[in-house]
């Protein structure tokens, strides 16, 4: 679908701008078409071909873009390693994906296993993937199935092991038919997330279609995202809930007129009522918290916009439409309403398995349905409520986190004898991370400075800790394991 919407959209827009950076390069809807094409017939001297993945360790910008579509129109799949991972975390999922090619900007290539193919992008140096590109040749038509893989998209399941969700043309063309962006039509519209991330590797073509002027930030500003709101009329604010509190928190904030704002619309985690009930008054519109994972898509549960308070500010709300949502026992039967069981959906946009992986995903894919891993009930109005994960990953900012993996890193701290990290609710970012330790030496205990500092070598900067607390044990349960729900208890009372 991305292939076909770009030739189509090219032929539609013309010279409409398809995307924009924050340092002012863009790409007309002509230029994407033609620059892709260019980048496809390089690609393709380099051997990717139908059936080949290639990676993007590249940041947000045109060029992750281009390189994208240009794989769409050999018949191949493209996956992005998050700009902000350490060389590590690239190291695991360069090593599980096993690429045909990897794409990588200077600064994105430790960790990158010596084995894979690495060609080098300088992006910002030029026009997009000069590099590669063959000067006004247009690469031979491939005949697209649906059912093939188009792209993946990296996360951690509740291990903290890397996984990748792949999705076909079929799952770009469902999520085009439900997102409700689709209905907005063209205009402008900022990319909130990192490429990598579901939500632009499987909403990108429906943005297109529409016409969009896609803004590009390679770091989300939020002060960036407030003047572009205001200056092109934008009439949906977007985002994961740590960005709405960023704007709001901004203080440039009462000098910009969102009269035009019609919706916010907020996925990723959960929001806190308090953020609902500012945004709503502040940007004067209807706020609609939506529940998705990257498993799933990007699609699932949606607040309506004419929701009440207690939908708005204390549930995800209902499946939207085309999708089905149950909470389930752990044998897979559905519960009445009331109980707490495991959430699963079954929705069009659901990825088709984990890469290369037959084990989890016959284990996330049941008959049709994903296990969400995520623990809810269901009320009488038919409206979902979340109560926590069957795991214990938290979301920092949109972003998993593992506290397992986290552990696993701080561990290696000389000062540290254990280390549990556990979720506290933050008003910007929904959740951070909090080191619960026991010194090796309790007279010369690790400073939160030293923790993330020893950390941040094999850690996204997002994964690590914001909060230290220093214990003389670790509480356990009955089964003699780290009593996680006691210290998570813990930080709540605090």
């Not at 040749?137 to 990748?164: N, Q, W, Y």
Request: charged share 20%; aromatic share 4%; with cysteine.
């Amino acid at each position: 679908m991305l292939a076909t919407t770009v030739a189509e959209a090219g032929a539609r827009y013309g010279d409409r701008i398809a995307a924009r950076t924050s340092e002012g390069d863009e790409l007309t809807y002509t230029d994407l078409d033609r620059v892709s094409d260019e980048a496809a017939v390089g690609l393709a001297a380099l051997g990717v071909t139908r059936g080949s993945l290639v990676l993007l360790s590249l940041p947000s910008g045109l060029d992750y873009i281009v390189a994208y579509v240009a794989a769409a129109k050999l018949g191949a799949a493209t996956g992005g390693i998050n700009p902000r991972l350490s060389a590590a975390e690239r190291c695991d999922l360069a090593s599980g994906a096993a690429p045909d090619l990897v794409l990588a900007a200077p600064g994105l290539t430790d960790g990158l296993p010596n084995h894979l193919r690495i060609e080098s992008v300088d992006p910002g140096s030029g026009p997009p993937l000069a590099e590669l590109r063959s000067s006004g040749e247009t690469p031979p038509p491939v005949a697209l199935i649906p059912d093939e893989p188009v792209c993946l998209c990296f996360t951690s399941g509740t291990t903290g092991r890397p996984k990748a969700a792949w999705f076909g043309g079929r799952q770009l063309r469902a999520a085009a038919d439900l997102d409700t962006g689709g209905a907005w039509g063209g205009g402008h519209l900022i990319a909130g997330t990192a490429m990598a991330h579901v939500g632009f590797m499987t909403k990108i073509p429906w943005q297109l279609a529409a016409g969009t002027t896609i803004h590009v930030m390679d770091r989300w500003s939020a002060g960036e995202a407030l003047h572009l709101i205001d200056t092109h009329r934008m009439p949906a604010v977007n985002g994961v809930a740590a960005q709405i509190a960023l704007m709001l928190h901004h203080p440039d904030f009462d000098d910009h007129d969102f009269s035009c704002v019609q919706a916010i619309v907020v996925g990723a985690g959960t929001s806190p009522p308090d953020l609902v009930r500012e945004a709503r008054e502040r940007f004067g519109a209807p706020y609609s918290n939506r529940y998705s994972s990257t498993e799933s898509g990007g699609t699932g549960l949606a607040t309506a916009l004419d929701a009440d308070d207690d939908e708005a500010l204390h549930t995800v709300g209902r499946p939207r439409p085309g999708i089905a949502a149950e909470v389930r026992d752990p044998e897979g039967r559905a519960l009445p309403a009331g109980d707490v069981g495991e959430l699963w959906l079954h929705t069009p946009t659901a990825m088709s398995g984990y890469w290369r992986d037959p084990e989890r995903t016959a284990d996330a894919l049941v008959d049709g349905w994903l296990r969400t891993g995520d623990l809810a009930h269901v009320d009488d109005r038919g409206c979902f409520h979340l109560t926590g994960r069957t795991g214990e990953m938290f979301i920092r900012g949109g972003y998993n986190v593992h506290p397992q993996e986290v552990e696993a890193a701080l561990g290696t701290h000389p000062a540290v004898a254990q280390v549990a990290v556990v979720p506290r609710a933050d008003d910007v970012m929904g959740e951070v991370g909090v080191a619960v330790v026991v010194p090796t030496d309790p007279a010369e205990p690790p400073s939160l400075d030293d923790l993330r500092s020893h950390g941040e070598a094999h850690l996204a900067s997002y994964k690590l800790p914001e909060a230290l607390r220093i214990v003389p044990e670790l509480p356990l349960n009955s089964g003699d394991k780290v009593d996680r729900r006691r210290l998570a208890a813990d930080e709540c009372r605090d």
